[in-house]
């Protein structure tokens, strides 16, 4: 299962994670993004991608690593 975290000293409200997050993870309240439904989460990275200020993680419960780093571009060795 996922989890969603939005780092709010980055967060400008400007709702593109809201609008482009297929699974309608995120809401926006008093100007930021926050993730009220983590367990509907696709991990399609939509969010992480279009977040201008790049205030989005998502990360696999389990690992507690940043899917960043378990799914990197480079191929192994």
Known sequence: MPR???????CIGCATCYKVCPAGVFVIR???AYPVNEELC???????T???TGAI???HREEEAPISKLYGSSSPS
């Open 57 to 59: 993680t998502i990360m």
């Open 50 to 52: 279009h977040c201008p």
């Open 30 to 32: 008093r100007g930021k």
């Open 4 to 10: 969603v975290k939005v780092d709010h000293s980055k």
């Open 42 to 48: 696709l991990m399609c990275r939509a969010c992480i």
